[in-house]
């Protein structure tokens, strides 16, 4: 079993949409990082967090440290948002675990 | 503003030759991180480098070769010896203490043909 779970692991979605990603770990972390990745690979950092709520424009990224677990929320999805979304935590052994990804498609 | 440069974005090479990846950061960070994501896994650790002329085999090191003179930079050399070279190789960086988080640079997309 992955120390990172995502899920789904597909999203489809059409234009406007409200979006949720999930991620789940099983180990103790410091640090939860969430990226974008493009069609043609480039990463983007998103969010990094250690305990509550970050928004940035429509995106919102939560994280409940008790049950690890995090969520991160597209609101009003549009298709410029298609792209892979990771999830990774910085581990209390200081290590960097990734999970495997969630691509989202948004239809117009 | 600070950050990781990795260049180039994307790179084709003949089977047989090495290549070496670029990735410098501006952000006075200790540690840096080579990870390679192959399409359906997620990123696996290469190599990775605590502190200047020091650095350590991750999960996946073999063909693969690092060096750190400098703390702003930490090339990655794919060499002859790595079976399957075609992938996505991601640097990062972070300060030293685990309260700090990563910084990543934006990748690069290797192709041998």
């Known amino acids: 079993k992955n120390e990172v779970e995502q899920s789904p692991q597909n999203l489809t979605a059409q234009e406007g949409e409200f979006i949720t990603i999930n991620c789940s770990y099983s180990?103790?972390?410091?640090?939860l990082h969430w990226l974008q990745q493009h069609p043609g690979g480039g990463i983007v950092s998103l969010f990094m967090l250690s305990s509550g709520k970050k928004k940035h424009g429509r995106l919102i990224a939560t994280i409940n440290i008790q049950e690890k677990h995090s969520s991160l929320h597209i609101t009003a999805s549009h298709p410029r948002d298609s792209a892979v979304y990771i999830c990774a935590v910085r581990s209390d052994t200081d290590k960097l675990i990734f999970g495997t990804g969630t691509r989202l498609q948004v239809f117009p | 503003d600070g950050g990781i440069t990795q260049s180039p974005k994307y790179l084709f090479r003949k089977e047989g030759q090495n290549v070496t990846l670029s990735c410098e950061q501006n952000l006075n960070h200790d540690a840096m991180y080579w990870y390679r994501q192959d399409p359906g896994q997620g990123l696996r650790l290469i190599y990775y480098s605590q502190i200047v002329n020091d650095f350590q085999k991750g999960d996946i090191a073999e063909g693969y070769s690092v060096s750190r003179e400098k703390k702003e930079s930490f090339p990655l050399t794919v060499t002859s010896a790595q079976k399957n070279p075609t992938a996505f190789y991601l640097c990062?960086?972070?300060?030293?203490?685990?309260?700090?988080?990563?910084?990543f640079g934006s990748g690069t997309r290797l192709t041998v043909v």
């Open positions: 180990v103790g972390i410091s640090a």
């Open positions: 990062a960086s972070t300060p030293r203490g685990r309260r700090y988080g990563y910084t």
